[in-house]
Structures are given as C-alpha cells and as structure tokens.
C-alpha cells in the first residue's frame, strides 16, 4: 500500500528517502521506501523485529548501499556518492549505537576525543574543554578517566551519545536507546533525547520498538512492516488511526490472536504463510 | 564431473580468499606508507603498543621454543654425524637450518599462536559490538584505525623476533656442543658464524617479513568478516590461526624454490 504522503511539511528536509530499496543478497529487506525528515523535528521510527528498521537505519547512516532507489543528506543521495563525500557528510551526523559501541580499551575521555582528534586540528586542552562539555551535556561530568567496563549501561549509552555529539552534528540517529535498560533508567535516557531536541534544536531520528518512549519523544512517527511503511504521521494521528496493523502494533496484539482460525491452520500446514500480505487486511482489535 | 566441480570450486575459493588478503594488505600499505605523506599522519603510538604486544612479549615463550628446537637438531644431526665422526659439523648443522629455516618458521608460527588469533578475536569483537560500524560512522577507515598499527607492527617484529629465535636456537645447539661434543663455547659460536654466510640470514629475514605480512592480513581479515553472534568470533579466531599457519607454510615453500632456483641455494 502506498505510504501517506504528508502533504503539511513546508520546512526544509534533512534527510529525505524516494523509493528506497536495500537488499541482503537475493533477499529484498526494504521495499522502496518513501518519506522524508525535517529539520529539527525528531522522528520514530517504529517496527517489531525483522520489520526492517535496523536496516533502514543502517542505509540511512550509510552502513548499507541501497540496492535502487535514492536517500538524500543534507543534498547528497548517499546511493552514489563517493567514500570521500561519505565521510564529509558522516562527518556532520552522529550515531549512537544500541550497546553504545564504545571502544573498550579507550577511557570514555579518548572515546569522546576520538572524533574530534581525528577530524579537527583543534589542541589538546580544547579537545579536553569539549569532552568535558559533552559529558557535562549526557550527565557523565567527572567520568572521563573511566573505562566503558566500569559503566553501568544507562551511563555507557550516555557516554556514546556525548561520542555522537562531539562533532555537534546537525543529525542525530539512536538505535534502540532504551534496548536493554531497567524502564528508569530507560525514562533517563528519553529525558535526555528531549533535552537534546530542545537545547540543540537538533534533528533527531530515533529507532525503537519501545512504544511508551516513542510516543514521549516523536514529533512524527513511522511504522515499519516486513519493510514496508504501513503509516507515517503524528502522534495523535498514529493514537487514531484505524489501520489494523497499526493497532495491532499499538495494542500490542500478538500475531497469532490476529489470525482466523482457517488462516491459523493454513500457517501450521504451509511453508510460508506469512508472506501473503493478507494478514494486513484483517481487523484486529 | 562432480569432483571436477568441486576442486574448480575450492580452487577459485582460495584464489578469491588470497585475493580479499592482497586487497586488504594493500590497503594496509597505504595508510602506512603512502597516507603519511598526504597529511594523514602514521598511528605511531598504536603501531609501538601493538609491536610491544605482539613482539615484546612473545620473547619469553619464544626464546624457550627456540632454544629447545636448537637442542632437538643438535641432538638430531648429532645422531647421523657422529657416524662419520664429524660430531663437530652439529654447530653448521644447528646455524644453518635455524637461520634458513626453523628460526623463522618457529617465530611465524609462535606469533600466529599469540597475536594472529587475538587480532581475528579483537575485531571480531569489535565487529559483534557494532563498534566498526560506530568507526565508519565517525568516518575513521577501519583498516586505517585498525588494521595499519597491525601490520607496520608485525612487518617490522617479524624479522626482530627471528633474529632473536635464531640466536637462541644457536644457544640451545651450543648446550649440546659444549656438554656433549667437546667445544668451548667461544669455538662453537665461531664454528656457527662461520659456517653462514649473510644469505642464509637475509633470506630468512625475508621471509620473516612476508610471514608477517601474511599473520596480519589473515587475523585482520578474518576479523572483519566476523558475522553476528559471539560464537562466531571464536570460530573466525580458529579459522585465523589455521588459515595463517597453512599460508605460512606455503609462504615458506614458495619463497625456499624460488631462493633455490634464483640463488642456487
């Protein structure tokens, strides 16, 4: 089905996808995407496992080479742009990763450095000046000579964030932000999303399965189905909508509640049922 | 036709597979000594603590090995020559072999042991933690972050270590002459020096420095093809160390024949 197209944005886009595909091999896990995020806004996107967002994210930071279709940042379609052009468009967006991906055997100071040491001809005591900053920023003040082990992992997601931050970019992705953490700390780390969007202005893309964090922090959300956009919209827009794979997402409905009980039978006894996109069809709720 | 199949199949494998390590080594090559000069300055401080990992370290278990092996081919060679009462000849026997051969066979193969699986397993583990990808992010090359200290420090080890592994094999046969066949120790270490010449010694360097080449390329790449799940860094860790010392042998034969035909020994 065709994604809805918002039709309201007159802001400018940052990143914006037109019929995206991304394969896996013969294996086809993004169906030509379509979409776009705008400045400063901080968009969700939403999926379960195998729905295709962490793929998605992966060819929107560049990690993955879209088989056709075209992803366009900050005027550059990263579908075609050479390993220099990656880089200065890397260069001005951050990534935080779902275990924070800090270098072990750096302290969370050379962590933060890191960037900043490589891509800047800054001194030494400035580079110190802005990893105490960007610490500060995370809640990690103080934490510098600490190496990422003797974190807990709230604190090593902070510190991965204030690593994405370094280079102020003008966008910011998470993968899975609260994946793995006790709902408070988890809270934590929503918090400081917010705090990001609101200090920074930054545009922020965030992926998740976490519904009550998305729906803390979304300006606009995405779901993503089998590697299809089964909708795209606010999130009063998402709270109404009657799409039944929507509320099946959103009620947290379990797949097999979803089935009749012929369609039921037909998935013990067939191969691949769940490949037909009859399933969308049916109401859930 | 099966059959057929199958060997053309492992035979094209192989090549791909030496083809991914000369890509990799080449790339390697290039943040070492070509990037320098464009203003990309050497990771000299990471290059030195891995040279200090992977050589440094690797003295004390080396220097045992090394030192047994001398005495095993003294005992070995002692064996036939005491036959025709030429006992004296052990010192050539033990220099020789050591230098052309075992010093740095034994060096390679300590070393594949030591450094060859920890650098499959440590960016495999980096690879499993998302934490190359988070590299690529920064816009850091990997292989520049990674895998250049890796081999300048292996590049320039490998040699050091064999000249080291070279002289303590010589001490192991000297343990054998002085107690077993009449020398002092001073005539026996005239006796090895004399009987090589610098050839045998280069060539032994030389291939020294592809065997290191070679450890670095298989434990990096092996690494960095790392798929997801921590059993596979255990299984890539193996298949480093396999693949390395198979490579290593065949290193050897090669550069031996063409040492052989070029120099006539």
Known sequence: ?285 | MELTAQIGGSVTDGLAYLGSLASLSSRAAYFTFVAPFRGKPLRFRQAVSQAMQAGVRALPILSLITFFIGLILALQSAYELRKFGAITFVANAVAISMTRELGPLITAIVVIGRSGSAFAAEIGTMRVTEEIDALETMAIHPVDFLVAPKFLAMVVMLPCLTIWANSMGILGGALFGVTRAGFFFSRYAHASLDALFLRDIVTGLIKSVVFGITIAAVGCHEGLSTGTGPEEVGRRTTRAVVVSIFLVILVDLVFTALFFFIGGG
């Open chain 1, 1 to 285: 089905m065709e994604p809805r197209v918002d039709s309201s944005l007159q802001h400018e886009a940052m990143i914006s996808l037109r019929n995206l595909r991304v394969n896996y091999g013969e294996r086809e896990i993004l169906h030509g995407l379509s979409f776009e995020v705008v400045r400063g806004e901080t968009l969700v996107i939403l999926g379960g496992s195998g729905s295709g967002k962490s793929t998605l994210l992966r060819a929107l930071v560049g990690l993955e080479r879209p088989s056709s279709g075209e992803i366009w940042v900050k005027g550059k379609n990263l579908a075609v742009v050479s390993d220099a052009e990656m880089n200065e468009i890397r260069k001005r967006i951050g990534m935080s990763f779902q275990g924070g991906a800090l270098f072990g055997s750096m302290t969370v100071g050379e962590n933060v450095a890191l960037p900043l040491r490589e891509h800047t001809k800054l001194e030494e005591p400035t580079i110190e000046i802005i990893v105490r900053l960007k610490l500060d920023q995370v809640g990690l003040a103080g934490f510098e000579t600490y190496l990422p082990s003797q974190l807990s992992g709230g604190m090593r997601k902070r510190a991965a964030v204030a690593r994405a931050m370094a280079m102020d970019p003008e966008i910011l992705f998470f993968d899975e932000p609260s994946a793995g953490l006790d709902p408070i700390i988890a809270a934590g780390v929503d918090e400081l999303i917010l705090e990001l969007k609101k200090a920074f202005h930054m545009t922020i893309v965030v992926v998740t399965h976490e519904l009550a964090s998305a729906f803390l922090i979304a300006d606009r959300m995405v779901l993503i189905d089998k590697g299809n956009i089964v909708a795209i919209g606010s999130k009063e827009e998402m709270r109404s909508s009657t799409h039944p794979r929507v509320r099946q997402f959103l009620d947290r409905i379990a797949e097999s509640e979803v089935l009749e009980e012929a369609d039921y039978l037909q998935m013990l006894t067939e191969d691949h049922p769940r490949k037909r996109n009859s399933m969308t069809k049916r109401g859930g709720a």
